[in-house]
């Protein structure tokens, strides 16, 4: 009995030091705001709604043709399959110096290919880091959830746990109030399945505390009520965190999660970022009663793999299906010391997840195909056939190859391109076929994402340099998943590209310079006999024809011309002797 005592006792002393610890770190939050000019987040908030109890009308603002919404992160993206419009709500923009909050509602149309502006009376306080959904009845319906507001200084943080709907029906938003709503967060996910609102995780940080959260709530749309769903000792639930991605797989009516970010705790108040790359599904279990019964699994991941990242986006293509894009891996949110130089790796790659089975397929583009006339068809055809003929009759006139005519060039990988190409021959020009260029947008982290008739959309995104200057994309694109050949723009964000190209190339010219004279002595990686004492080049090859020809089809295996494969082979042999020498 005095045991228990003590412990309450113990239990009311930790709560009171902790009352005094906020007490005092408010009084000092309230000097600091006093000197930056600054008021109090929840006044600038109230500012925020008297300014939205001013707008008695709905105001719908067409944007010009060719312009886009403001800079922005955070915000949210979702698709209204049959109004065929992408929905933009909410985000941020720091310019160096202050954040910009948003609570505007934009509508793309991907018919017109235009936004629209819509100002609602009694519209959300700005926000990001929220969630929202699209329910498809009542002529459409918008979901928001949560989020947090940054003061302008960043100084100040609040996290909200409020429920919206806008209705595309009366063009009305509607604050929704109902009993045991969770608690304040962000970076959490939500998605719909059926007649439900499904929520999982996210985080709370007010500069003070952080706390990341696993639990899972319900909201029904039928009789807008939450439930915070409690599961056996049997459940395998994912672990807390934020920036998770979660897919309705309608096929089986259940919802995939994959990956996410968390924080560990470490000794003197210092942490350490966990990137989590697991998976798990959370099903329904129908018992009596029409009553169901929820279940966290983790799920065995099979297939190609995306790498350790997080901000990627994730978006199901149809019923059984999910396509993940881009992201970053960041060294610095990793790394307890700050002593490091920044080493972050962005992603524009696509990845197809099959949310049944649960493997993963790296996406490769095939790149525009060329379309060439019957005529031309024809010559190449005939060149061909000549080419063909000429080095079936002069083998021996084909062992002394003039080195001048070709050149070729190895890069950091060792992917050979040609330099020069071929002279005529017999008045038959041999043109080699060069690499496709497949243009892809900028690697970026959180950028906007969606699927609609075949058609992939990407929208904005954050990208930062070697310096760490954060760059906002305000650009779009499009892919087409069925012929997969290249993204088409759809508005370039010019500005940020050319400063982002610049970069590019005068990197590469730092780099081309400090190489040019080390290029010639890299290894060439093939597996080939050894070059003996004294042997000469012409004597090498003589001797190991055969593998120089294999390791040339190897790496042109569409050149069908035995003389160019001859060529070829006798110039990697020499690349190879050299290195030897």
Known sequence: MGKNKDKKKKGLGMEKTLAKTEKKAQKNMKKELKEIGEEDIEKII??????????????????????????????????????????LFGGDYFDGTKVFMYNDLFIYSIKKNQWTQIKAPNAPPPRIFHQSVYVSRNAGELWVFGGEFSSPSQSQFYHYNDLWMFSFQTKSWTKIVCPN??????????????????????????????????????????????????????????????????????????????????????????????????MYVLTCDIKKADKGEWCWKRAKQNGAKPSERIGFSMIPLNDDTALLFGGVFDQDDLDVDEEEESNSSFYNDLYKLDLCSFKWTNLSLRGKREIKSKKSQKVETEASMEMDEKDENSEDE??????????????????????????????????????????????????????????????????????????????????????MDEWKTLYEDKDINDELRKQVDDSSDEENGDEEESDDDEELEIDAPIVENDETLNDYFDRTEDVWITEAQKEFPNEKSKKILKKMALELCKMFWDNCK
């Open 181 to 278: 709503n969770p608690s304040p967060r962000s970076g959490h996910r939500m998605v719909v399945l059926k007649k439900h609102l499904i929520l999982f995780g996210g985080y709370y940080d007010n500069l003070r505390n952080c706390k990341f959260y696993n639990d899972t709530y319900l909201f029904n749309l039928e009789n807008n009520q939450w439930e915070d769903v409690k599961f056996t000792a049997s459940n395998d639930p994912p672990s807390p965190r934020s920036a998770c991605q979660m897919s309705v797989c309608a096929k089986n009516n259940s919802v995939v999660l994959y990956g996410g970010f968390s924080k560990e705790k470490l000794k003197k108040d210092r942490e350490k970022g966990i990137v989590h790359s697991d």
């Open 398 to 483: 084909d062992s002394d190859v003039n080195m001048e005519d070709l050149s070729l060039k190895k890069d950091d990988v060792f992917t050979l391109t040609y330099e020069n190409r071929p002279k005529k021959i017999d008045d038959v020009e041999v043109v080699a076929k060069e690499e496709k260029k497949i243009f892809m947008p900028h690697p970026r982290r959180s950028a906007y994402l969606q699927f609609f008739k075949a058609n992939l959309y990407l929208y904005g995104g954050k990208f930062e340099d070697a310096n760490d200057k954060e760059f906002t994309f305000n650009d779009m694109y499009c892919l087409n998943m069925k012929k």
């Open 46 to 87: 109230e500012n925020f709604a008297k300014k939205e109890a001013e707008l008695n009308q709905v105001k719908e603002i067409q944007l010009p043709e060719g312009q886009f919404p403001s800079r922005r992160g955070g915000a949210t993206f979702n698709l209204s399959p049959e109004r065929e419009e992408l929905i």
